[in-house]
């Protein structure tokens, strides 16, 4: 488990200093993906090698399993810091080393026997699929396999936790998409905490656990990826999920934004609502996907006149309705969302 606790960092002088990040708190629980998202310069990098134990926090602490250890002496960061994997971008690789040899550097440094390195070098490579690209370089690798052989080497010295700073970035979806398959994957068989840095949506989306936003140095939004897309008031949970509206209601209609609230809500939950009111109800747009084999959607419907148990009724299937006043509003949310 990570804890990050009231890290603040400051760079430069302190006449002079620039404060790049605020008070961060959050935490990964062990076996957790969780997702760091935020704009560029939100202090995303700046934040990974805190947590990466290379950078330390001007206040605040990094806990790992309970242990503060952003305030060690240098020898003992050394150690501690084998603990924490980092995947660096893919242009991190040696050029001049193959696969093999990069994949091999770390256990060269903490001084593991060649024999034992060939035989642990091996394994890697083979975990993360590139066992037949042993001996190319990495210019003769592609940039999803370049990312392989630097997760690879993250997890020569069998760390706990994984950090990667934007792993995925400059990587086609479908690339993108095997190589946090390949994330889950080695979270689900080494019990790795994970910590991905990233500007993409997707990312949070396709693997992440929990989330934290950051915006200029600070933290806007933080929890489990469901729950904030539960939260109707979540900025997150509407941009993981955005409901793309283009139809105008009728006059008379009432409309309601709804979010799902638990893993119970009735699949029929709209016919029950029409049957419940005697209202003819329509859907303006919505999306409903599973997160991490849990339903979440964001639907917009309108009911046909005005019914006093509309909200009550949605509550009582585990969903959160807001109604949707006046039109003006309502087409404001819409163009908002479009
Ligand atoms: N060593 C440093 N000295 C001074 N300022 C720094 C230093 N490192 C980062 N900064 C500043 O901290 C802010 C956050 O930078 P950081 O690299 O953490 O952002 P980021 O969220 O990773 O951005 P991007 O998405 O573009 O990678 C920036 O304004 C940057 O100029
Ligand atoms: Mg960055």
Do not use: C
Request: proline share 3%; hydrophobic share 40%.
């Amino acid at each position: 488990m990570i804890e990050v606790r009231s890290v603040t960092k400051r760079f430069g002088k302190r006449s002079r200093s620039v404060e790049v990040l605020h008070d961060i708190d959050f935490s990964v629980g062990t076996g957790q993906i969780a997702a760091v998202i935020g704009q560029s310069g939100a202090g995303k990098t700046t934040l990974s090698r805190i947590i990466s134990l290379l950078e330390r926090p001007s206040e605040g602490r990094i806990l790992l399993d309970g242990t503060d250890v952003s305030g060690l002496s240098e020898r003992r960061l050394r150690d501690q810091r084998r603990a924490i994997g980092t995947i660096f971008q893919a242009s991190s690789l040696l050029a001049r080393r193959t696969a093999t040899e990069n994949v091999s550097l770390p256990l060269e440094f903490a001084g593991v026997g060649r024999s034992e390195r060939r035989a642990r070098v091996e394994e890697l490579l083979e975990r993360v699929g590139l066992s037949d690209k042993a001996d190319l370089y990495p210019r003769q690798l592609s940039g999803g396999q370049r990312q392989r052989v630097g997760i690879a080497r993250s997890l020569a010295l069998a760390p706990k936790v994984l950090v990667s700073d934007e792993a995925t970035s400059g990587l086609d979806p479908n690339t993108t998409r095997s190589i946090l398959a390949l994330l889950r994957e080695l979270r689900d068989d080494l019990g790795l905490t994970i910590v991905l840095i990233t500007h993409e949506m997707d990312v949070v989306r396709q693997v992440a656990d929990v989330v934290t936003v950051l915006d200029a140095g600070r933290v806007v939004e933080s929890g489990p990826v469901i729950e904030l897309l539960r939260d109707p008031h979540s900025e997150l949970g509407v941009g993981l999920l955005p409901d793309r509206s283009h139809i105008t209601a009728e006059d008379r209609d009432v409309l309601w934004h709804v979010t799902y609230g638990s893993d119970t809500v009735p699949t029929n939950w709209i016919e029950l609502l029409g049957k419940a009111t005697g209202r003819s109800i329509g859907v303006l747009s919505g999306t409903v996907e599973s997160v991490g084999g849990r339903p979440a959607g964001r639907v917009t419907i309108s009911v046909a006149g005005e019914h006093p148990s509309v909200g009550e009724l949605l509550s009582s299937w585990g969903l959160h309705g807001t109604r949707v006043d006046d039109d003006a509003s309502a087409r404001a949310t819409e163009e908002a969302a479009a």
